[in-house]
């Protein structure tokens, strides 16, 4: 309640802006839907609806309405706001026209020194940041532009504009049922003992993230970012600064995500689906977070479906809040490419990196190689309808692994095992409609496949899993959730299986409501 109370002022304060540039004889409509389409407010067919009936509409004052009936719709203004703001668009807006209309150029002199601008006082006086629309008009810039002395795209502002905070969260809880008769607390299923084989509970109320993000920048050449999870351990997930003083080469420094695949570089509340795929989870997933250093950089073309971008990055390679255990460092290496194909983007990641395992008290550090290759496409001829997918390798040994071993039972492993994976997702995102069909607006139908070999020089330890699930966006910050996945395991993968999961066969039923802002 208190993030829509401040999203409200701030847009109340920009629409009462609005009506002060009327006075003057000014349109900034269409800097303030740039503003609330990058604030979340407005959705792409929102915003282009709204951008086309302003080149239409003969006055400021129409478009602004049009832009008011919207938010209205929205819910963001309310009853009240809506019929205040209306008011005051329609008492500021006629007021330049007269004085150009009627008065004769020499009369129009004495008509402003005896009448102190009746309409334009007043409407400055109820804006909550006079001083900086006063400030912003003399020297000829929009009032939009000095208005938020605040609150600017959801940071606020510390130590004048030098330090800028912005204050985020996640909050994901639900319920499942898993027809295997075995959970193990929330998803996605992960690691299970053979104890866990015993516990016959097929259905558990979760919560799985509970995370708060501290996200900031000073001078705007330097930013942080410090997230914590209260969910479980360990508590401290992000913790990096970053300089940009360098054209195209900004430098990370601290813990962060790793940049090796698209859907791992994904917040978990942004992915269509709840659970992430079999490859991220299994391959990608252990090293998601890292201690290290950064170089990164992204070029795109202003007027044409052109870009690129890339990320470099050395790090310890042992996890989360850990120093090195070996005395070699890992590293990523990430690049990605918009080829002139609006919406489609193609990207490559390499990781090499040394896994230490103990036999008998005497270390080995082994090489470990992860390559892969991904693509989005947000369709262009269809809006709403975007794809995903990616297919990945890797090699790690398993030097210490004796229990139900897949070459030999009960010897040690001592193997390389050669593990790929892949997955293809599309979703659609409902929106635009009106009338008695509005109330679908928000609805997005998502269905993936994906499937794991977890060694290709054994058989019986293939899965593959179909998801089909929507989401209801209840709002920009609320969505409810629902996914059934159906997780086929070969017969044998109790007990071939590297990574304990998915014991058998079994079908997953999932709810889930998000907060997220």
Do not use: C
Not at 87 to 114: L, M
């Amino acid at each position: 309640m208190r993030l829509m109370s401040v999203l409200t002022s701030s847009l109340l304060i920009l629409l009462l802006s609005v009506s002060a540039a009327f006075a003057d004889g000014q349109n900034v409509t269409s800097d303030l839907l740039d503003v609330l389409k990058a604030k979340g407010v407005l959705d792409d067919a929102s915003y282009d609806s709204l951008k086309k009936n302003e080149a239409a509409s003969p006055t400021p004052a129409a478009s602004t309405m049009k832009l008011m009936d919207v938010l209205k719709a929205k819910g963001v203004l309310s009853q009240e706001d809506y019929g205040r703001l209306a008011a005051e668009v329609q008492e500021a807006a006629p007021a330049p026209v007269p004085a150009v209309a009627t008065a004769p150029a020499p009369a129009a002199v004495p008509a402003v020194a005896t009448n102190p601008a009746p309409v334009a006082v007043p409407v400055a006086e109820t804006v909550t940041a006079p001083a900086a629309v006063a400030a912003a008009s003399p020297g000829g810039e929009r009032p939009l532009n000095g208005t938020l002395t605040n609150f600017e795209d959801g940071f606020a502002r510390l130590s004048g504009d030098r330090v800028k905070l912005k204050i985020g969260a996640i909050l994901q809880a639900g319920w499942l049922y898993d027809d295997s008769g075995i959970v193990v607390g929330s998803p996605p299923v992960t690691q299970m003992s053979s104890s866990s084989a015993t516990k016959h509970i097929d259905n558990t109320f979760f919560a799985r993230r509970a995370r708060l993000f501290f996200t900031g920048t000073i001078f705007d050449n330097v930013g942080f970012k410090i997230s914590i999870e209260g969910t479980g351990s360990p508590l401290l997930q992000d913790a990096y600064a970053w300089l940009d003083y360098i054209p195209y080469a900004r430098v990370t420094l601290g813990q962060f995500k790793t940049p090796f695949s698209v859907e791992q570089l994904m917040s978990i509340g942004d992915i269509p689906t709840i659970n992430r795929s079999l490859v991220t989870n299994m391959i990608v997933n252990p090293t998601l977070r890292d201690v290290g250093g950064m170089l990164s950089g992204s070029y795109r073309m202003k007027d044409r479906p052109f870009g690129a971008g890339y990320a470099m990055a050395l790090y310890n390679g042992n996890g989360k809040n850990n120093v090195d255990d070996n005395n070699r460092k890992d590293w990523t290496g990430r690049a990605w490419i918009n080829p002139f194909v609006p919406g489609l983007t193609l990207g490559g990641s390499w990781y090499m990196g040394d896994t230490k395992n103990e036999t008998g008290n005497v270390p080995k550090d082994r090489d470990h190689q992860r390559w892969g290759a991904d693509f989005e496409y947000d369709a262009s001829m269809v809006k709403g309808l975007k794809m995903m997918g990616e297919f990945e390798w890797e090699r790690k040994y398993y030097d210490n692994y004796v229990s139900s071993n897949i070459f030999s039972a009960g010897a040690p492993f001592g193997h390389f095992a050669h593990t790929f994976g892949y997955y293809l997702e599309a979703w659609y995102r409902v929106d635009g409609l009106s009338g008695p069909l509005g109330y679908l607006n928000g609805f997005e139908p998502v269905v993936r496949y994906d499937f794991l070999d977890e060694n290709t020089g054994s058989t019986g330890n293939d899965r593959f899993r179909w998801t089909f699930g929507a989401n209801y966006h209840i709002n920009t910050y609320t969505r409810l959730a629902v996914n059934w996945e159906s997780i086929h395991a070969e017969n044998a993968l109790a007990f071939n299986s590297l990574e304990k999961i998915d014991l058998k066969s079994h079908s997953l039923f999932t709810t889930l409501l998000q907060v997220k802002f």
